[in-house]
């Protein structure tokens, strides 16, 4: 019988004073579930400023809380610039919230109109016409912003060519990272698939089954029980509907009009498990395992919720009767003092719905392997959801991992985290693939500091403005800090502008940027590192990175 490690979590949660019943959250000693949280509205502007220009510890407090109150105000001490800047950031996007909402729905309406009528020119002659189409969000027709910004669709490599090169790869015996990068047909497929998760669920099923001949599982859109919406989207396919040889996961990403998206980018807010180590907050939040305004959800969904489906799966296959569902576990948890979401709500989670899918997949498809990809924010769910699988101990599951790539990923713990990961990442073979394109501002945050301990883990494959790849431990400028590092931002953002005129001419037309990427890229020679977040950025390197690997890892 095995001893999990959400059983050992189980018994420290339940050793550490934790009182569910007087709903004290507050959480003291070494081993245990511990947390941070930056709350930018629990402050005013003054204590904003006294705290900015005095120093004011006592000001910078009430903007932070955490298991052990007794420490915050040597945090807000020690790293008082960190927590400004991410106070700034989000009180400035909750500001402009509503604003770059309104925005989005204009920009999206108005990019849909220019090109379901053929651009200006065409529009202005069916306006004359009085044919004009009007674009309607929700159809296949209707594409995102990110379509826009790179309207490509196509694969790399298509139909039964690219399956039979996946499915060559997942077979093969040679595992070196070398080998890895030279299966661009995989990596591409990540990068569009990753691009995808865009576009709402008709313009995927299209594009999925017309364009790449693949076959279409299903689109979720997920609950994110802190914005109160259904704010998390996902899709899976099967390269074939019978005996499939390969399943991918696509998380969406981070959406240019979504304040809560980027506000999630700027948060230093971590939750600390036990011997796996500190996530951050925001993206547990996005993968519905929990909720900040009371923190303990965060156990009760990430451990007991699943303790309870475990016990029921295992009484439901040996055939007891009378054995109780997890909602009735859970309604037995409730009366007895533990605060617990409703079963209904957390299995609207990403985690969990797609945990129940590919095991319902993997078993249907005998010889299956999956891959997780996912851009921006869509990258940081990728890499999560194999860090809860492993604290799960879904091994069965983690042995038909054929790897993970994100593009654009910002970190999401803390360097126990990534010990722990990389210890089933890298073993037998390098499963987890970092890609980071030149001056991405993204891959930078949350900051790598004393305090808040964010860190990278994994191969990180960086290309440089050139496409040149390298294969090192973390990327150039790893804080996007640093007066030696301004001038190259702003060189690189004017080449980068300069050669987006010449990309169809060098590179084919297949390369040529329109007007709405190189408007990005005007917007990147004031903020760089916007612009280099870029997934046009991200498929040019994938498919122009050049074959030699300059490597510093």
């Given amino acids: 019988m095995r001893h999990s490690m959400a059983t050992e979590f189980q018994e420290n949660q339940s050793s550490n004073g934790l009182d569910h019943q007087n709903g004290d959250h507050d959480i003291d000693g070494d081993d245990q579930f511990r947390y941070l949280i930056v709350r930018p509205e629990k402050g005013g502007l003054l204590d904003l400023a006294k705290y900015t220009v005095l120093g004011d510890t006592g000001s910078g407090v009430r903007f932070l809380e955490g298991s052990d109150e007794q420490v915050l105000g040597g945090v807000a001490e020690a790293q008082r610039w960190v927590i400004v800047v991410s106070i700034i950031a989000r009180k400035i996007l909750a500001l402009f919230g509503k604003p770059m909402e309104w925005t989005g729905y204009v920009v999206d309406f108005i990019l849909n109109l220019l090109s379901l009528n053929g651009n200006l020119s065409g529009l202005l002659s069916h306006v004359v016409h009085g044919t004009v189409e009007v674009p309607q969000r929700g159809t296949e027709t209707f594409i995102s912003t990110i379509g826009h910004l790179d309207g490509r669709i196509n694969l790399y490599k298509k139909g039964e060519r690219l399956a039979e090169d996946i499915v060559a790869f997942v077979y093969s015996e040679e595992t070196s990272t070398k080998a890895e990068l030279g299966n661009r047909a995989l990596m591409d497929l990540c990068i569009m698939a990753s691009k995808l998760a865009y576009e709402n669920a008709r313009v995927v099923r299209e594009i999925v089954i017309d364009h790449w001949k693949m076959h279409i599982v299903d689109f979720y859109d997920c609950w994110n029980d802190f914005q109160k919406q259904m704010s998390t989207q996902v899709f899976i396919l099967c390269d074939k509907p019978k005996d499939a040889s390969f399943i991918l996961v696509s998380f969406r990403g981070t959406e240019p009009f979504d304040a809560d998206d980027w506000s999630t980018d700027f948060d230093y807010s971590w939750y600390e498990i036990p011997q796996l180590g500190k996530v951050h907050m925001g993206f547990l939040e996005a993968l519905g395992l929990g909720n900040r305004t009371d923190v303990v959800t965060f156990y009760n969904q990430i451990l007991v919720y699943n ?209 709405f990427s190189i408007l990005l890229r005007m917007v990147g020679l004031v903020l760089p590192g916007f612009a280099a977040h870029s997934p046009t950025n991200y498929v040019n390197s994938v498919r122009l990175g050049k074959e030699r690997l300059v490597q510093s890892y």
């Fill in 307 to 515: 303790q309870l489906q475990e016990k029921h799966n295992l009484t439901h296959q040996k055939g007891v009767e009378g054995s109780k569902r997890p909602s009735e576990g859970i309604k037995a948890l409730s009366s007895n003092g533990i605060k617990i979401v409703p079963p209904d709500m957390v299995e609207k989670s990403a985690y969990y719905a797609v945990r129940k899918k590919l095991k319902s997949l993997l078993e249907e498809h005998k010889n299956a392997k999956f891959v997780v990809t996912g851009h921006s924010l869509g990258g940081a769910l990728a890499i999560l959801f194999p860090c809860v699988l492993v604290l799960h101990e879904e091994m069965e599951l983690m042995d038909r991992l054929l790897g993970v790539y994100t593009f654009g990923q910002p970190r999401i713990g803390n360097r126990r985290l990534g010990r722990y990961m990389e210890a089933h990442l890298n073993n037998p073979v390098q499963k987890y693939f970092r890609v980071v394109y030149s001056n991405d501002l993204v891959p930078r945050l949350p900051y790598d500091n004393r305090t808040f301990l964010f860190k990278h883990f994994g191969v990180c494959l960086y290309y440089d403005s050139l496409y040149n790849e390298h294969v090192t431990k973390e990327e150039p400028n790893r804080n996007f800090l640093g007066l030696r590092f301004l001038i190259p931002l702003y060189l690189t953002a004017a080449w980068e502008l300069l050669r987006s005129f010449t990309m169809g001419y060098v590179y084919g037309p297949e390369y040529k940027e329109g007007w």
